[in-house]
């Protein structure tokens, strides 16, 4: 089945980086990352995504050249890496914490990477007014970091990583200290500097609403794999595994055993009623008698109309959110369901607690997975 609204592919990337069966152990027990395949590509916004220990902070830092792979390669441009010192990259990196000289002016943190590179004095003045003025730090420039918000503080750290314009950006959870407003306001930042720089990004973060606004494409972790790399679009509609459905927004989840597979799409009977339902299928290893459940977003639940193949629900609570209402149902045996009900695009007033409702299960909306 094709995916609902699909947006048009953009001609593929060249690949700058190469990930090659790469490895890493802290304990010499476990892997933090476990036989890693990753291509970046030049150009692109990536966000490495997942909770905390999936091994996206490790990768970074082995891609920045503050760790080593225990196993494996590396490679930029064709060439291993992988024992290169950091500095020696051309890769700039952003830290959450900032990491700005407290007792050097806005001007001077900028201009700390060229010094260490002995650019000539000239050079260095207008590579690091071209840097601030990118970031939004006009008239900034003799101020100290304790004199800044954390807002202007974290644009200085963007300005002294791009300064000496490196080819790849690395951010490891830059945002993440800043309250939300600021931080939306930081993302579209970030998003408008990559177009207008055209360099590679690659961006550490736990956030998913983050991860979907900014990246070209998102690498979803789990540990020390990806689970899933592709466009935040096709990560969101089209999860591969249960774990990227549930970890990247809400998702309700239906246990059932598979009738039929066939290319792209399966058809699965609920073990909660009985009910069959076909939806969309990606998974190869899924055949007539697998165990699976069906996935679907609580925005792609509706009202079934007479005669649709639908299941039975009561509702629990409705929590009104003032352009929609979120729904918590219950099924007979137990199955709870979330559903986000737009009373205006139904003409009706939303269902009360109490009221049972027949939801019908969109097909090509919906996902079997193991």
Known sequence: MPLPDT????PERPVLVRFEGVHKTYDERSWVVD???LNIRQGEFLSLLGPS?????????MLA??????RGRILMD?????????YKRDMGVVFQSYALFPHMSVAQNVAFPLNL??????????????????ARLEGFEDRNPAQLSGGQQQRVAL??????????????????ALDKALREHMQLELKAIHKQLGITFVYVTHDQDEAMTMSDRVAVFNEGKIAQIDSPHTIYNRPATRFVANFLGETNVLEGVVISATAGQAQIRLSEDGSIHQACCADPELSAGSHAALAIRPENLRLATPGEAAVQATVVD????????????RMAKGSELSMTYNPGNLGRLPPTPGEQLALALPGTQAMILR
Not at 122 to 134: F, H, Y
Not at 320 to 326: D, I, S, V, W, Y
């Open 53 to 61: 220990g999936s091994g996206k902070t490790t990768t970074l830092m």
């Open 117 to 134: 590179r002995k650019v000539p004095a000239a050079e260095s003045r207008q590579r690091v007014k071209e840097a601030l003025d990118l």
């Open 65 to 70: 050249g503050f760790d080593a792979p225990d």
């Open 7 to 10: 947006p048009a592919t953009a």
């Open 318 to 329: 409705s929590i009104f959110h003032g352009a929609h209402c979120k729904l918590r149902l």
């Open 35 to 37: 036989n890693l395949d």
């Open 159 to 176: 300005a002294r990583a791009l300064v000496y314009r490196p080819r790849m950006l690395l951010m490891d959870e830059p945002l993440g």
């Open 78 to 86: 064709g060439t291993d890496i992988s024992k290169l010192p950091a």
